[in-house]
């Protein structure tokens, strides 16, 4: 479910595990990430800090609740979280990623680039870890760096959509520069888009506006092929004739349905 977008039954599904199993600490892991998906930090922060007591020195755990202070902007403690983790288990370069994502979130993209210059020496075959270095290069002020990085990235995973999508950020951000004193703006401007103020992050209108999109074509998606199958059982038995239009405009309203869910569903967590 939650590779699927689904984080709200996943929560729904998870709240009864938790419940009967408090001792489950994956499935609080899961939670975490769920309530994190949905926009509700503090929730994620909870879940997190539940696995966190049961597993102090878990580097999964310590992951969960670094995610959760940084989208409340409480990077201090994410920061803390974050290396924790990394000290716990130091050749797995999801936890450097998160530790540089925590510093950037805090504003602190020399310590971010210089965490990731070794996290990629260590782990150059992750290409997560080379996007998150470009966007560190980038804030630092060095274009060109950065676009070389993310192209390496490419090269690791052709298909990386991180790695694109930065690209075509980096694009953007370069349109005004003609100069040196307009690239210093334009990179302090990206790496100010990086930073989480206090107060935590903040959903766009048109993140709030995808995901009720997504919610609704779903929901109509189901209750077409609900309204299918009944349709198909009345005929079976004979109860009445099924016009064969209604058969057509029900499959292609299903069909505008689920294009409409595929193409807002959100992307899964890492």
């Known amino acids: 479910m939650l590779a699927r977008g689904r984080a709200r039954n996943a929560a729904h599904l998870l709240a009864p595990v938790v419940g009967r199993q408090p001792e489950n600490t994956e499935a609080w892991h899961r939670m975490a990430r769920a309530h994190l998906e949905l926009g509700d930090a503090e929730a994620g922060l909870r879940a997190a800090r539940a696995a966190w007591q049961l597993d102090p020195y878990g580097a999964e755990s310590l992951y969960w609740v670094s995610r959760a202070c940084t989208e409340l902007a409480r990077h201090p403690e994410a920061i803390d979280a ?6 716990q288990d130091p050749g797995n370069p999801r936890l450097h990623l998160r530790l540089a994502e925590a510093q950037l979130a805090a504003g602190l993209v020399a310590e971010a680039e210089d965490g990731l210059r070794i996290a990629v020496e260590l ?8 996007v998150a270095y470009g966007v560190a290069l980038f804030a630092a002020g060095r274009p060109l760096s950065a676009r070389e990085i993310l192209l390496r990235a490419l ?3 052709p298909a990386h959509q991180g790695a694109r999508h930065t690209m075509a950020r980096f694009e953007l951000a370069m349109r005004p520069v003609i100069d040196a004193p307009s690239l210093a703006r334009a990179s302090d401007t990206f790496a100010e888009s990086l930073r989480i103020r206090p107060g935590g992050r903040v959903r766009q209108p048109d993140e709030v506006s995808r995901d009720a999109l997504g919610h609704a074509a779903r929901v109509t998606l189901a ?25 057509l405009a029900l499959i292609c309203a299903g069909a505008a349905a689920g294009c409409g869910a595929a193409l807002t569903r959100p992307a899964p967590l890492t």
Do not use: F, K, Q
């Open 123 to 130: 782990a150059g075959y992750d290409a997560d870890l080379w």
């Open 155 to 157: 090269t690791i995973d």
């Open 82 to 87: 974050a290396a924790n983790a990394c000290r």
């Open 223 to 247: 209750w077409c092929m609900i309204a299918l199958c009944a349709l198909g059982v009345i005929s079976a038995l004979g109860i009445v004739a099924v016009p064969v239009g209604l058969y």
